[in-house]
């Protein structure tokens, strides 16, 4: 099962040069960055990379050292701030859910999927003309492909 994460900004101490505030956010859902808004700081996404794959895979935040809950994990950007350095620590929240994996197949009903195989793989030894009508008539098959299947 394949997790998606949403990855959030939770607190900004000092000054974040990127302009993050809290409620910024964007998603990683397998191994792309969506949503990203007004940018990704390459510093906040280093502290982020040897977490996100096994986090993306549904391993727990708990297990990972980085949250209390299963779904739920914090990371911060590294950079101490005053007096060290003119930026700031931003603490990200990143919570997983599971997404449904998609295929070809996915949008359609077990009997409609039947129908578009029996389109795609006609059979050479079909016993009774009724039920192979669809393969010799190209404009009867719309109709078995949306669900109407001839009753037998």
């Known amino acids: 099962m394949n997790y998606r994460v949403k990855i959030c900004v939770k607190e900004v101490r000092g000054y974040c040069s990127m302009g993050y505030k809290p409620g910024d956010c964007f998603l990683v859902e397998k191994y792309y960055i969506r949503d990203v808004g007004r940018g990704i700081c390459l510093h906040a ?5 040897t977490l996100l794959p096994p986090f993306l895979k549904g391993v727990s935040a708990r297990m990972l050292g980085i949250g209390k809950e299963d779904d739920v994990g914090y990371v911060q950007r590294p950079d ?7 930026g700031g620590m931003v603490v990200f929240k990143s ?12 949008r359609f009903q077990p009997r409609e999927i039947f129908a578009i195989l029996a389109l795609a793989l006609p059979s050479p030894n079909c016993d009774r003309p009724d039920s192979c009508s669809s393969l010799s008539n190209p ?3 719309a109709s078995t492909v949306t669900g109407s299947m001839p009753k037998p």
């Open 80 to 86: 101490p701030g005053e007096p060290y350095t003119c």
């Open 45 to 49: 996404l280093a502290s982020m990379l």
């Open 95 to 106: 919570k997983g859910e599971k997404i449904k994996e998609w295929n070809a197949f996915s």
């Open 139 to 141: 404009s009867s098959s």
